[in-house]
């Protein structure tokens, strides 16, 4: 009975991992079992869906006459119905699975291992690919150290803007809330839908299964401060030497998971790398709001230094598109990191969202992210000290403000340029004034030969830049440019604007080719 029981409540399972010579295979559910399992996902699609066009939906119920006692009861009896159907696909779903015998003895090996996670459990169970939710926890945020520990060993937290709320921004709070909860988060942070989820899911746990069985993954379940299971893959290079002794944590953008995203130019360098879903992402939980965010990255940097036993030194942080928010924060909450590479992504998402928005919208998309999602990469990005890499996509279509149909981006509107001023004013504000400036957007303005042109007509001498910025310590900020004339500023921010960030000639979803995977510039490769 007790067996009975756990098919109905179990995971889904999708494959049963390669392991001490066997094969592995895809998982094959029995007619009773794959029937009402696709009747479930169906009804939580279209749950789903409805979140997202609910403002329309909602509007046009309404003129149907949904909200009046007649309509209402109509809309419950309907509501009843599909309750039942509901209910009666899960325990359809879980006669079928009591019938299978591949099921029943998966159901057996995680109800042991949930009991007790002995080694000899933990290698059984990790044969199986399942639902991370019934998985027993691998790691909790606290585990390792205290609460109060690691407060003291954080950086400072960046404040978010506060909105007064007065009689005149009512309209403006009712509305932002109703836009961020429905749409508006999920056109942030799109892999958090059903349909994307959908769209990619076979294709997710296929990948994931080439990280278990060909590159030897380690798939883990962390558990954050505030209840959320974050869903991770370690591969472990260590016993190669060389890059596998730095373990690369990866940040994938608003549409990537680490099953199919970034994890695969440091996978090809033979780095160890540590792979993560953003909260609601796949088999990770929750919703990626910047506090769920950012106990996320905490769980997941903790994980890494006292679970993998990586120290700080040997963690390069690596992030595509939107999750430069999350490394930029990752980098400021533990500073001893030994670099940052951030490839197409932003310096602040509120001047990107809206010039992607119709202008009378605005106002409201401004006030939206400011209250709920106040992505700031740069903001957060300069308050770390260490090496930094700027990867800048040339064809960016996604990060780039002014895009023209059937027309290349404008690459002088590229968000990434932003990011770099905002990053050379902070670490140099003697040397970047606005003369400096006006030449840096130049610079910008175009692609790689574009930038050699302006190197020779501005006489820019490597070893010249080099002999000065020598004379100075590599703590930021430095006060360099007190004692030098517009011309000799001009060469060391062109030659600065070089070493920190390097182009791509490609679009925002290209995979980053290995080449361009380096080590940052930093003074002491002067």
Not at 23 to 28: L, P
Not at 179 to 196: E, K, S
Not at 455 to 482: A, R, W
């Amino acid at each position: 009975m007790e067996n009975a029981y756990r098919c109905l409540v179990g995971p889904r399972l999708y494959r049963i991992h390669r392991q001490d010579g066997v094969e592995g295979q895809q998982y094959i559910a029995n007619v009773i079992e794959s029937g009402s399992d696709r009747c479930l996902k169906v009804l939580q699609f279209c749950s789903s869906l409805s979140c997202w066009f609910s403002p329309i939906l909602l509007p046009i119920l309404y003129r149907k006459g949904l909200f009046t006692v007649v309509g209402l009861t109509t809309a419950s009896k309907f509501m009843l119905s599909l309750s039942l159907f509901y209910v009666t696909a899960y325990f359809v779903r879980g006669i079928g699975r009591f019938t299978n015998g591949d099921y029943a003895r998966f159901i057996s090996i995680l109800t042991e291992a949930q009991r007790s996670l002995s080694q000899e459990n933990k290698k059984l169970l990790r044969r199986y690919d399942c639902e991370l939710s019934a998985w027993p926890v691998d790691f909790r945020w606290d585990d390792g150290s205290s609460r109060d520990e690691k407060k003291k060993t954080t950086g400072s937290k960046i404040q978010v803007p506060h909105t007064p709320f007065t009689f005149k921004t009512i309209p403006y709070h009712i509305l932002s809330y109703i836009a961020i909860h429905t749409f508006g988060r999920r056109m942030v942070y799109p892999g958090t839908t059903a349909l994307m989820s959908t769209l990619v899911g076979d294709t997710i746990k296929q990948a994931r299964a080439k990280l278990v069985e060909e590159k030897n993954g380690e798939r883990a379940k962390l558990l954050t401060e505030d209840d959320n299971i974050i869903d991770s893959m370690f591969l472990d290079r260590r016993q190669n030497g060389g890059n596998g002794k730095t373990l690369v944590v990866c940040f994938e953008g608003n549409a990537g998971f680490y099953e199919i995203g970034c994890i695969g130019t440091p996978t090809e360098l033979g780095f160890s790398v540590l792979g993560w879903n953003h909260p609601g992402y796949g088999e990770s939980t929750g919703v990626p709001f910047p506090d769920q965010e950012q106990n996320a990255v905490d769980t997941v940097m903790q994980y890494a230094i006292h679970k993998l036993g990586f120290i700080p030194e040997n963690i390069c942080l690596f992030a595509w598109s939107i999750g430069g928010y999350s490394a930029s924060w990752a980098a400021m909450q533990y500073p001893d990191v030994k670099q940052v590479i951030l490839d197409a992504t932003f310096d602040d998402i509120v001047p990107l969202a809206t010039s992607k928005m119709p202008g009378a919208w605005k106002n409201l998309v401004s006030f939206t992210l400011r209250k709920y999602m106040n992505l700031n990469v740069s903001e957060l990005l300069n308050e770390y000290l260490g090496p930094i890499l700027i990867i800048r996509r040339s064809k960016d279509e996604i990060i780039t403000t002014d895009v023209t149909p059937g027309y290349p981006p404008n690459i002088s509107t590229n968000r990434g340029n932003f990011l770099l001023q905002n990053l050379l004013k902070k670490r140099y504000p003697n040397l970047v004034n606005e003369a400096a400036s006006t030449l840096l957007d130049e610079w910008l303005a175009g692609e790689s030969s574009h930038q050699e042109i302006m190197f020779m007509t501005h006489k820019v001498d490597s070893n010249y830049c080099k002999s000065v910025l020598e004379q100075y310590s590599s703590t930021y900020p430095i006060n360099i440019g007190e004692n030098l004339n517009q011309d000799q500023k001009n060469q060391l921010v062109l030659y600065l604007a070089s070493k920190y960030m390097q182009d791509f000639d490609s679009t925002h979803c290209t995979p980053l080719p290995p080449l361009y995977f380096r080590t940052p510039w930093t003074h002491s490769q002067l």
